[in-house]
């Protein structure tokens, strides 16, 4: 039973193109987040919904732009890729506990590669 | 926001008990500490959180002093298969969590 799953494992594109990740949990968390891991390994928040909102949104440029259907889901969409977001992007969930440190499981990342 | 600093890397032997520490000097009150353990080409997997004092699970112990402005990750006599990259972070109000750079943990036989 996969419990954080993301959409695809790779994906190979040409600057300019815009693409899509997708991510589910079937933890029945509330508290979902996109995190990006460059090549030198610093993971770094980029997006953290709760209950569909959205509640933390790093400086991440307007290219980049998360869409939660429901609460199993938030999804990555990424405008105009650029060789600079060439990473791996996590995924991850969480229940809700206010804030105070909640465990998080993530899932198997995307590893985007922008030629 | 509380920023962590931990060493950047650790050598150990198999069966040895493997401490790592991690400085989080402008901890704030509410603030718990966790570990995550990341191999390569997975996600990161949560080991251990605590808020003050000692904490034990079946995998490792967590040590944190009264001044909560460090903390210690201890792995009790590891394997090869320890050999990971490992984070200390401190939670935030706000679900907003900082990752710091991670000690990556070479485990030789």
């Known amino acids: 039973d996969t419990a954080v799953s993301q959409t695809p494992k790779y994906l190979v594109t040409q600057m300019g193109n815009d693409k899509s990740i997708k991510c589910e949990q079937n933890l029945g968390h509330d508290t979902m987040y996109w995190y990006k891991q460059d090549s030198k390994k610093f993971l770094k928040i980029m997006f953290s919904?709760?209950?569909?909102?959205?509640?933390i949104n790093e400086t991440v440029p307007n290219r980049f732009s998360p869409k939660s259907p429901d609460k199993a889901h938030l999804n990555l969409h990424i405008n105009s890729l650029e060789l600079g977001d060439s990473a791996v992007y996590f995924c991850?969930?969480?229940?809700?506990?206010?804030?105070?440190?909640?465990?998080?499981?993530f899932g198997p990342g995307t590893r985007l590669l922008v030629l | 926001l509380a920023k962590t600093t931990q060493p950047i890397s650790m050598d150990s032997y198999e069966g040895q008990e493997v401490n790592i520490t991690c400085s989080h000097n402008n901890i704030a009150t509410n603030d718990y500490i966790t570990w995550y353990q990341q191999f390569p080409s997975q996600g990161p997997r949560f080991i251990i959180q605590g808020y003050k004092t000692k904490v034990t699970n079946e995998v490792a112990s967590l040590f944190i002093p009264a001044d909560r402005k460090s903390s210690t990750l201890s792995l009790p006599r590891v394997s090869l298969s320890d050999t990971a990259v490992y984070y200390c972070l401190v939670a935030t109000g706000g679900f907003k969590t900082i990752f710091g750079a991670g000690t990556r943990l070479f485990v030789k036989a």
């Open positions: 919904y709760n209950n569909k909102e959205l509640i």
């Open positions: 991850a969930s969480s229940p809700w506990t206010r804030g105070r440190g909640e465990t998080q499981y």
